[in-house]
């Protein structure tokens, strides 16, 4: 390390007291003749939590937290904060968006794993295969829309 070593931490300028025991960190620089010691010339701090989705189906809904019913059957309460934040696809949403019965994704922090850091209302999907494509005729010429049908 030099007096020229940048340090970075979530890609903003971080100094060697953002560096804990116990933090991953990717270091760049030049190793000493006997592979002991690296000079940095850059450190880029990684952070000691990590995020976890949980998913399943929507139970119950208040202003300040969520119920979730998960596949195994588990339900999970996650608490709202003012910067937890709602999605659907690439939409920001609101909590008002939020019902009982949709399904969604919601992002915690390892450190905290009950504060829902993002919830994300899944997107309607369909599978199967295609019976009959029918064009939804608008009084103009233009489709505006398909009608498909699935087995």
Do not use: C
């Amino acid at each position: 390390m030099s007096a020229t070593t940048t340090f970075t931490q979530g890609g903003q300028p971080a100094t060697l007291a953002d560096v804990t025991v116990g933090a991953p960190i990717f270091a760049k620089g030049t190793i000493d003749a006997n592979l002991t010691t690296l000079d940095a010339l850059s450190v880029r701090i990684g952070s000691t939590t990590h995020a976890i989705v949980y998913q399943g189906v929507v139970t119950a809904v208040s202003s300040t937290s969520v119920t979730v019913q998960r596949a195994n059957t588990a339900t999970a309460l996650f608490t709202i904060t003012p910067t937890t934040t709602f999605s659907q696809g690439k939409n920001v949403l609101t909590i008002a968006s939020l019902v009982v019965g949709d399904h969604v994704d919601v992002e915690v922090s390892s450190s905290a794993p009950g504060t829902a850091l993002k919830i994300n209302i899944d997107l309607t999907a369909l599978a199967g295969s295609v019976t009959a494509v029918t064009p939804v005729r608008s009084r103009s010429w233009r489709p505006k829309a398909l009608a498909v049908r699935l087995s």
